[in-house]
């Protein structure tokens, strides 16, 4: 059984630019969840995916976005970056949608300089 | 006054000890509760999926819910080294707009 895998490890970029970090969902899961994780913070929800459409969406602006493929992976996009973007990004895959068990990826440790 | 309230510790505690963390929250509408284990670097991993109030068991490991006095509350029997990581409480209320709610985390270590 193939776990949640994210891409890339590490990222650094700078203000104003945009990026776009990804996830593979476990093998047999359709739904994809997005969260932020501050250093000494807990996650914080971002949004989730469930057949390729957003089923739920937390406390971020719009300049955080994503989208869930056929295959239910995802991506996160983060446009016009701030210095307090950084952060590790985590996703996480689960069935069905809405409640239950989710299973996380290592996250991408993105740095805005 | 946030929605769920866990104390960062560190708990620092001897090999075989039994572990107590908590957390507390005040959104009566939260119905499922869990418990995640995270390592440095490592995304969180799912310990304990628990629905309404009452104790679950698996292994060492035993969750407990009181809706009443809204607290939760993870005990680890016979503690290990490898125990040494930060516990998160996350939360989800039923039905709605699906917005899970996580802890900042207890950092628990466990000396040999």
């Known amino acids: 059984e193939t776990g949640v895998t994210q891409s890339p490890t590490h990222l650094i970029k700078t203000r104003g630019q945009q990026v776009t970090l990804r996830c593979s969902s476990q093998s047999g899961h359709n739904t994809v969840s997005w969260y932020q994780q501050a250093l000494g913070q807990g996650p914080q929800f971002i949004f989730q995916?469930?057949?390729?459409?957003?089923?739920g969406r937390g406390n971020f602006p719009p300049r955080f976005s994503g989208l869930q493929f056929p295959n239910y992976s995802s991506e996160l996009n983060v446009n016009a970056l701030e210095l307090d973007d950084s952060a590790l990004y985590l996703c996480?895959?689960?069935?069905?949608?809405?409640?239950?068990?989710?299973?996380f990826g290592d996250g991408t440790r993105l740095s805005i300089l | 006054q946030k929605e769920v309230e866990q104390d960062p510790g560190p708990l620092s505690v001897p090999e075989g000890a039994i572990v107590s963390l908590n957390c507390t929250y005040s959104n009566s509408a939260f119905q499922y509760f869990m418990w995640y284990r995270q390592y440095s670097r490592k995304g969180p991993e799912l310990l304990m999926y628990?629905?309404?109030?009452g104790n679950k068991e698996d292994g060492r490991f035993t969750a407990q819910v009181d809706k009443s006095s809204k607290y939760i509350s993870l005990f680890i029997r016979d503690s290990q080294p490898s125990d040494s990581a930060t516990y998160l409480c996350?939360?989800?209320?039923?039905?709605?707009?699906?917005?899970?709610?996580f802890g900042r985390g207890t950092s628990l270590i466990v000396h040999p």
């Open positions: 996350a939360m989800e209320t039923s039905g709605g707009s699906y917005i899970p709610t």
């Open positions: 628990t629905y309404s109030s």
């Open positions: 995916y469930y057949r390729e459409e957003e089923n």
């Open positions: 996480a895959s689960s069935i069905g949608g809405g409640n239950g068990p989710q299973h």
